[in-house]
């Protein structure tokens, strides 16, 4: 049981297309980990399917921590052609976007938007609140215990893929554009 994180990703920036944003980075995880490739694909699956040309200048492949986050934006910032939003792999890499723009003096979201994939309960945490494709980790515990319980009655067969879907929370990282 996983959640789907390539229909996460297409979903979330299809909301950020329809908003007016054609001008999205990504800091992904390692594209050899199956979470990494999913979010990446599904970020590159939804701009093709937009009919917005890819920037691979724009795709920051790195790691799943806050400093690889904050690496990223630095090396985005040097390159001086900044995007409109960043989708990042997760919240930790957001954690350190969010502390390298401060520091680039650039303010969230007012000079640019932040958003990708985490919890809403830790993403609170963060000022403002991350614009998030939400994994509730209750969520796969509750549907983990149901199937459990289903096999042991004997209402479904072991080996079945399970895939969960995310549910996307805009908030105050990503603004909402005026039109």
Known sequence: ????????????????????????????????????KSRMDGYLEALRKNGIQV?????FEGGFEWKDGYESFLRLCDSGDLPEVIFTVNDRVALGAYRAARESGLRIPEDIGIYGF??????????????????????????????LLDEIEEKS??????????????????????G
């Open 157 to 178: 067969h072991r080996g079945v893929e399970l895939y969960l879907d995310e549910e996307f929370l805009w908030r105050n990282s990503v603004k909402k554009k005026e």
């Open 1 to 36: 049981m996983v959640f789907n994180d390539r229909a996460g990703a297409v979903d979330a920036l299809d909301r950020m297309v329809q908003e007016g944003y054609t001008r999205i980075a990504h800091f992904g995880g390692y594209s050899s980990t199956s979470v990494g």
């Open 55 to 59: 920037k691979k200048e724009w795709i």
């Open 118 to 147: 985490g919890f809403h309960e830790i993403t609170d945490f963060l000022d403002p609140k991350l614009t998030v494709i939400d994994q509730d980790p209750r969520k796969m515990g509750r549907v983990a215990m149901k199937q």
